[in-house]
Structures are given as structure tokens and as C-alpha cells.
């Protein structure tokens, strides 16, 4: 069945890289997201990449894929406090098109 | 200029209600959603429409009854609310229904007592 897999936390300090790994199951899933969601807002797209592609680089924001071993990473360089949110993982699947999401890392940037 | 907006942002009720929760879009999309975030912040598709069309309806107790009237909203009727029934619900939104992202609205913090 379709699984898409996070690590639920992560925590680093202000100024270094912060990395977000997920991993998914359906080979056939055409794009994958990231989606941030701060404190009791809504869920932002952050970027997205297409299943054809290995490397999407957007300002600080860095999609790395691996479609072999079916592995989605996401930097974000130089984090910042303001950086601290849930991170989902997501993989767009199946004739319909659903959007599966990981269980989301909660970041937490220290000063 | 907001995109999707849900209307309540926040719903406190008592079981045994019926209770309704509306999402508009104006991006223009033609497929519509709705999804269901646990207190463990867990998401799970509830149900798509495209066109007006249901084609996504996931298991649901049927208590749950979307509404489209037409492509840009998408409304959420609950019968009979049950304490489980707690929970954010997300109104999100694309255009076609197998590549482009969803763009979510704000939520719906649903409270049942």
C-alpha cells in the first residue's frame, strides 16, 4: 500500500543546516511536496519536485530525490528560528491523484 | 485576496449536533478537497470532488456529507457529531487531480463536548 515515512523530530541550532528526510513506497507517485505548517496555521507549499528530476534548489530550500531507494530529503541551509514548524513529507498517487502525507518532523530551531 | 477560505476557524459544539463547515476557492481550480488532521497532527484525505464530481471518498463514516455546489466551493456537512469527530479540518484545492499541488486554506478547529 502507499506509506509515506518521516522522522517525527528534529532539532538544530540557528545558523546551520537543518536536513528532513522521508521515504515513500509508491514508485509510480509522479511528484512529490513539502508542506510547512506553523503553530495553528495552514498547511504552506513549500516546494515541489517532479519524479523525473534529482535536485530542486529554491533560495534556501534544497529537494534532494532518490527514486532508486524511493528517498526525499529536504535542506533548508542557514535555519532560522522562524523556520521552526511541522515539515510534511508528501507523494501525489494513483489515478486519482491522492495526496498521502508522512506524519510530519517537528523542527525546532534553538538560538 | 485569500486563496481557499474556510469558514468557522473555529467550531465548538455539543455531540449530537449537526453542525456544517464551508470552503471557497478562488484560484480558479476545479478540484476540491477535504482533510481531517488528528490531535497527533496526522493528516488523511476525507474526500475530492473534481468538477463537481466526487471521485475520491475515503472510509468515512456517512454522518460526513461534502456538498459542491459548484467548482469553487466545497462544504462539509457533519450529522450527529460524536466526540471523536475533534479534530482541524483542511479545505484544499487544485486544478486537475493527479499533478498539481494543493493549496490548503486555514483550517477548522472543530471541538466536540
Known amino acids: 500500500g502507499e506509506d509515506v515515512e518521516q522522522s517525527l523530530f528534529l532539532s538544530v541550532r540557528e545558523g546551520d543546516s537543518s536536513v528532513i528526510n522521508c521515504t515513500y513506497t509508491?514508485?509510480?507517485?509522479?511528484?512529490l511536496y513539502w508542506y510547512k505548517q506553523e503553530p495553528g496555521a495552514g498547511l504552506q507549499l513549500l516546494t515541489y519536485?517532479?519524479?523525473?528530476?534529482d535536485m530542486k534548489q529554491d533560495q534556501r530550500l534544497t529537494v534532494l530525490l532518490n527514486k532508486k531507494d524511493k528517498h526525499l530529503s529536504l535542506r533548508i541551509a542557514d535555519t532560522q528560528t522562524g523556520d521552526s514548524a511541522i515539515y510534511f513529507c508528501?507523494?501525489?498517487?494513483?489515478?486519482?491523484?491522492?495526496?498521502?502525507f508522512g506524519k510530519g518532523t517537528k523542527l525546532s530551531v534553538k538560538p | 485576496d485569500t486563496a481557499v477560505s474556510q469558514t468557522p476557524k473555529y467550531l465548538v459544539t455539543q455531540m449530537g449536533n449537526d453542525k456544517s463547515i464551508k470552503c471557497e476557492q478562488n484560484?480558479?481550480?476545479?478540484?476540491m478537497y477535504w482533510y481531517k488532521q488528528d490531535s497527533k497532527k496526522f493528516l488523511k484525505i476525507m474526500f475530492s470532488?473534481?468538477?463537481?464530481?466526487?471521485?475520491i471518498n475515503e472510509t468515512v463514516p456517512n454522518r460526513f456529507s461534502p456538498k459542491s455546489p459548484d467548482k469553487a466551493h466545497l462544504n462539509l456537512h457533519i450529522n450527529s457529531l460524536e466526540l471523536g469527530d475533534s479534530a482541524v479540518y483542511f479545505c484544499?484545492?487544485?486544478?486537475?487531480?493527479?499533478?498539481?499541488?494543493?493549496?490548503f486554506g486555514n483550517g477548522t478547529r472543530l471541538t466536540v463536548t
Open positions: 470532488y473534481n468538477n463537481k464530481e466526487l471521485i
Open positions: 484544499a484545492s487544485s486544478q486537475g487531480h493527479s499533478n498539481s499541488p494543493l493549496h
Open positions: 509508491d514508485s509510480s507517485s509522479t511528484y
Open positions: 519536485i517532479f519524479s523525473n528530476m
Open positions: 508528501a507523494e501525489r498517487t494513483g489515478s486519482q491523484g491522492n495526496l498521502i
Open positions: 484560484l480558479g481550480h476545479d478540484t
